[in-house]
């Protein structure tokens, strides 16, 4: 089973960046589809990007053209780089692992890291 730890949120004023790490363990990392998650208080969990194993990207509609989703398969590593970013973008953000055939949503889960977009 893949270990998973996230690190790089924190507080940001609107239209600052941020990079967000995900580093595994435990497992053959470039065996897995690779996404990040978040999740806003009282709303539910959304996809916000993913990255499949030959490296094909897709990405929620509301953070298109601002996040970029990459893996570094030497570092086991997956990131997110958020560009202008915007308050609506607060969340608590997740990192996930899922082999191909397991069903998206389900799969090996971080532990979280904030992100916080004030002013």
């Known amino acids: 089973q893949v270990q998973l730890v996230e690190s790089g949120g924190g507080l940001v004023q609107p239209g600052g960046s941020l990079r967000l790490s995900c580093a595994a363990s435990?497992?053959?990392?470039?065996?897995?589809?690779m996404a990040w998650y978040r999740q806003a208080p009282g709303k539910q969990r959304e996809l916000v990007a993913s990255?499949?194993?030959?490296?094909?990207?897709d990405y929620a509609d509301s953070v298109k053209g601002r996040f970029t989703i990459s893996r570094d398969n030497a570092k086991s590593t997956v990131y997110l780089q958020m560009n202008s970013l915007k308050p609506d973008d607060t969340a608590v953000y997740y990192c996930?692992?899922?082999?191909?055939?397991?069903?998206?949503?389900?799969?090996?889960w971080g532990q979280g890291t904030q992100v916080t977009v004030s002013s």
């Open positions: 435990g497992s053959i990392f470039s065996l897995y589809i």
């Open positions: 996930n692992a899922r082999p191909s055939i397991v069903p998206i949503g389900a799969g090996a």
């Open positions: 990255i499949t194993k030959g490296g094909s990207t």
